[in-house]
């Protein structure tokens, strides 16, 4: 979840826009330290009519972290936000910690951990931060999945 805790405005932008659209997921996500699996599916949407921002990950997460936020939206599968600004906030600070582990001056790893179709659009020469681009590549592929598969 590295590229949550560092995004540039543009990517958080185009999230937005995105997950106001439908529930934009990101496989193969890093789980923070302390989360077993260490990676899950992870999830961005929000509520047309309230406007509320969630935070979604798939079930079956445990967490003996020290985060309570953390164990509490592990273990729920959910976050609410008042609005984006708060979840971009959350994701600087509590997931942040989460992630790089309690040792002061713990940097982040420099090679953060990418989902397969994050890694294939890297490969194929884009910038990460131009997220609009990602989600029409996977969606692109899934596409062409679905039209490949056998009926």
């Known amino acids: ?3 949550f805790v560092f995004g540039s405005d543009a990517a958080f932008a185009a999230l937005e826009q995105g997950a106001r659209r439908g529930c934009v997921r990101f496989q193969d996500q890093e789980m923070p330290r302390g989360a077993s699996p260490s990676r899950a599916t992870v999830g961005f949407e929000i509520d047309a009519e309230t406007g509320d921002v969630r935070l979604l990950v798939e079930g079956g997460v445990s967490y003996t972290g020290p985060s309570d936020e953390i164990r509490s939206w592990l273990r729920s599968g959910h ?27 713990e940097m982040p ?11 294939a659009t890297r490969d194929a020469g884009l910038n990460l931060n131009d997220l609009d681009e990602l989600f ?9 999945r679905r039209d490949d598969s056998p009926s």
């Open 136 to 144: 029409f590549r996977i969606a692109e592929r899934q596409r062409r």
């Open 1 to 3: 979840m590295w590229q």
């Open 109 to 119: 790893p420099t090679q953060h951990h990418e989902d397969r179709d994050t890694a």
């Open 79 to 105: 976050r609410v936000f008042g609005s984006f600004a708060q979840l971009r906030s959350w994701l600087a600070t509590t997931l942040r910690s989460a992630l790089v582990g309690p040792a002061a001056g």
